[in-house]
């Protein structure tokens, strides 16, 4: 022990003694540390560390899937569900959720609640308390007695101060008093609400309640989760389902045809979406820490080159190899352990940077912190790339030749020969490295670019957007609905600044939707599961022309048919194309399938082909039918302003309020930050893989330039006895430079293998783009080839200006 703090000793005096040197490597190892530190923070967070329920690997989320549709986690038909929980032997138990939103009045003012209806059974299935009160009891399952709810920490402490007396009290929520039984843990928000671009997590907990008309097979709007017996697995359960869905499918073929059950372990679920991209961040970081140990290495060689003569005394006065190669390797550790420290400073700023860089819908993201996993991750890196970035460096010094090293003078070009192939191995692995980052980078920022290119089908500029959910207890009526919208519509309108107002069930980019089975009249009705399907949206009279959406044949909208049901239907070019190919639809009648009693709709208009779901998501057969046609009790106003359009938010509230004093609004979002949020993912990776890329091509080039440095530095007689005998600078130069490239190519060579490998991980992160575009191979070869011959030009330059007669002296 006492040896090893003697080497440590020793080892900081040495450093100490070369401040520059010892600078320029820690801040490198820093860099690499830090952000390998901040990227596994997020990596912990969101891929690692247990979701805070009862053996969660035992959970999962339970779809309807049909492959056929291209739909693989499909929201599941409540018919279907009570059958499931009925015939499955997997199962110790289910539960069913539905997403909904709920309207809070009280002494403040009204707001909406993201709401999730759940079974009796859901919290216990979860095996999650409650952290004041407690959660929901199995007779408030029943349809009657389930005026009960469970509120989120979130919701407990913004809206009621947290106060601990509310448990037992009544809150009012859709203009009906409501039991507070129980206040969730404040871990429980992990549970996402599915399909909102917005980040929006529920909030407020109600029993569900199946009605005595919940057997019917119509419809799927449910999720479902579900808790493995023990020593179940997933195969084995998948495949009981399997064989439950056929069953259902032959037993109700008109409904279930081409339908089965899909079941997702609730991990994948949270995070599947996110996985590759993280994954593809950690490899990033990862090349960044070995770049920056290669190009520490180099440093480390040069310095030995320097001590060639301290360690042949060291040699010549008895010390064994293993004890001059324990001493380096000790330096080269204190190296990685100051660099480590400072990596974690940075890590800790870093992780902030990446919270503030990262899409709201990152889950578990705001729990990412420097944990002792993360804190074990941190020592044990720093450890690693001691022993990796010196272990070279002190197999070389560790074998002098001491007839030269002890020579005044002496310059050992034996071992410089060999010092010279570690160095310039060293720097094609950085070239190779940082281009294969570099390609990954540039193909992520060109797919984000494409992306952004893509029209979303509507002029986003200046459009607010804002939800309003009626409460069913106050418009039970359509016609009370109709009224509302339509008053809301006119008051909107006459606002100040406001050029035109309109409605939507469903707003692109907001998440959410409807889409059924569409019969076209005249044509035989197809089998079972192999109707026409199309998504389902109800406007107002406004919309079309306030989200700048063209009519590309036939009419819209009459007054007469935005104010009674008169069934007519407006349609997408998608839908137009694919469903009446080479005919005209206007005139054509189609049945939609979202009503108890279904009946044919007329044909009127064509409009341009709107993206919904995504950028990256092409339109869908869309139908549009006017307000009465299918009344919802919800609806998404959207206003498009002169001026600044989220200026306006106030004024509508305030019209809102003036029509129903306890009607909140909801989700006030500009279109521009909705489609924003819908690329927020592709912009988090292309952002930092961009930024990685940038540092690694930094650390690249300053390697190429201290291994062409120290060269010259090393050939500063050869060089002037060369231009003594009458050598040209120029001839000096292209020498030089001629060397480096040899370097910066073989690299490149390397590094254009590599990404034609690794780059495929990428196929699922990219959008019109290949993991193998020639145009991005091409020009990161030529950016990293540029970069790397201004480093060679530089100390090749100064060469040529060498004196010769000092240069002679040199020896």
């Not at 996402?192 to 008309?213: D, H, K, V």
């Not at 860089?357 to 990412?368: F, R």
């Not at 339109?619 to 001026?643: D, F, H, I, K, Q």
């Not at 480096?740 to 699922?764: D, E, P, Q």
Request: proline share 4%; net charge positive.
């Amino acid at each position: 022990m006492e040896a090893v703090w003697q080497d440590l000793r020793y080892g900081a005096r040495m450093l100490v003694k070369s401040p520059a040197f010892t600078a320029v490597a820690i801040l490198a190892l820093a860099l690499g540390i830090g952000a390998n530190t901040a990227i596994f923070s997020v990596v912990n967070a969101v891929l690692i560390r247990s979701l805070p329920f009862r053996e969660p690997d035992r959970l999962v989320m339970v779809w309807e899937n049909n492959r056929n549709r291209g739909r693989d986690q499909n929201v599941i038909s409540p018919a279907n569900y009570q059958d499931w929980r009925e015939q499955n032997a997997v199962f110790e138990s289910m539960a069913a959720m539905f997403d909904t939103r709920s309207n809070l009045t009280g002494a403040d003012d009204p707001e909406e609640v993201a709401t999730q209806l759940v079974e009796a059974n859901f919290f216990d299935l979860l095996g999650v308390g409650a952290a004041l009160g407690r959660t929901f009891v199995p007779e408030e399952g029943q349809p009657g007695n389930d005026q009960v709810v469970v509120l989120s920490q979130g919701l407990w402490k913004r809206r009621f101060g947290g106060d601990p007396a509310l448990v037992g009290k009544t809150i009012k929520l859709n203009g009906r008093d409501f039991t507070v039984v129980g206040i969730a843990p404040a871990r429980f928000q992990l549970l996402i609400r599915q399909g909102s671009q917005t980040g929006n997590q529920a909030e407020l907990w109600m029993p569900l309640a199946f009605s005595e008309t919940s057997r019917v097979r119509r419809g799927r709007s449910m999720m479902a989760i579900a808790r493995l017996k023990p020593g179940v697995t997933h195969a084995q359960a998948q495949t009981e389902m399997d064989g439950i869905g056929k069953r259902l499918e032959e037993q109700y073929a008109a409904f279930n045809t081409g339908w089965g059950i899909n079941l997702v372990p609730l991990q994948n679920q949270l995070v599947g979406a996110i996985r590759p991209a993280l994954l593809v961040l950690l490899g990033a970081v990862a090349f960044v820490l070995l770049i920056a140990c290669a190009n520490v290495a180099n440093l480390l060689l040069a310095r030995a080159a320097s001590r060639q003569r301290e360690m042949a005394i060291r040699a010549a006065l008895g010390a064994r190899r293993s004890r001059i190669i324990r001493q380096l390797l000790t330096e080269a550790t204190v190296l990685s352990v100051l660099g480590g420290a400072l990596g974690l400073g940075l890590a800790i700023w870093g992780v902030d940077l990446l919270l503030a860089l990262a899409p709201k819908d990152l889950t578990g993201l705001k729990e990412v912190g420097i944990e002792y996993r993360v804190l074990g991750f941190t020592i044990a890196v720093s450890v690693l790339t001691g022993v990796l970035f010196g272990l070279a460096p002190a197999l070389e010094a560790s074998r002098p030749n001491l007839n030269e090293s002890l020579k005044e003078g002496g310059r050992g070009a034996a071992a410089g020969g060999r010092s010279h192939r570690w160095r310039s191995a060293f720097v094609v692995v950085e070239v190779a490295l940082a281009l294969v980052l570099l390609i990954g980078a540039g193909l992520m920022i060109r797919s984000f670019a494409r992306l952004n290119s893509v029209d979303p089908g509507f002029d986003s500029n200046k459009l607010v957007s804002a939800r309003i959910q009626l409460p069913a207890s106050r418009y039970g009526e359509n016609s009370q609905r109709i009224a509302f919208f339509k008053q809301l519509s006119d008051r909107v309108q006459a606002i100040p600044g406001v050029r035109s107002a309109g409605a939507i069930s469903f707003l692109p980019f907001a998440g959410g939707g409807a889409a059924t089975s569409i019969l076209v009249e005249g044509r035989p009705e197809p089998p079972p599961g192999q109707r026409l399907t199309g998504d389902v949206r109800v406007v107002d009279g406004g919309y079309f022309e306030t989200m700048g959406i063209p009519l590309l044949q036939g009419r819209t909208f009459t007054e007469r048919e935005l104010t009674q049901e008169s069934h007519v239907v407006m349609i997408n070019e998608t839908m137009a194309r694919d469903f009446f190919p080479g005919e005209d639809p206007i005139g054509k009648r189609v049945t939609i399938a979202m009503k108890d009693q279904n009946q044919p709709s007329e044909i009127i208009g064509v409009v341009r082909d709107v993206r919904h779901v995504g950028l990256e998501t092409p339109a869908r057969a869309m139908t549009y039918w006017p307000y009465p046609e299918l009344v919802y009790t919800g609806m998404t106003l959207v206003v498009r302003a002169e001026g600044e359009p989220v200026a306006l938010a106030g004024a509508i509230r305030r019209e809102v309020l003036a029509l129903d004093k306890d009607q909140p609004i909801a989700d006030v979002n500009t279109m521009e930050q909705l489609l924003s949020a819908s690329t927020s993912r592709a912009r988090f990776s292309a952002t930092l893989l961009g930024v990685f890329a940038g540092v690694a091509l930094l650390l690249a080039a300053v390697g190429v330039f201290g291994v062409m440095s120290y060269g010259v530095s090393e050939r500063t007689h050869e060089i002037g006895l060369r231009m003594a005998l009458g050598a040209q600078s120029s001839s000096v130069l292209l020498l030089i430079v001629r060397q480096g490239m040899v370097l910066t190519l073989a690299g490149i060579a390397i590094g254009l293998a590599a990404a034609i490998a690794l780059t495929r991980v990428m196929a699922s992160l990219l959008y019109g783009v290949t993991p193998t575009d020639l145009t991005t191979f091409a020009a990161i070869s030529v950016l990293l080839a540029l970069v790397a011959l201004v480093a060679c030009y530089l100390p090749a330059k100064r060469a040529t200006k060498v004196d010769p007669m000092i240069a002679l002296r040199y020896e």
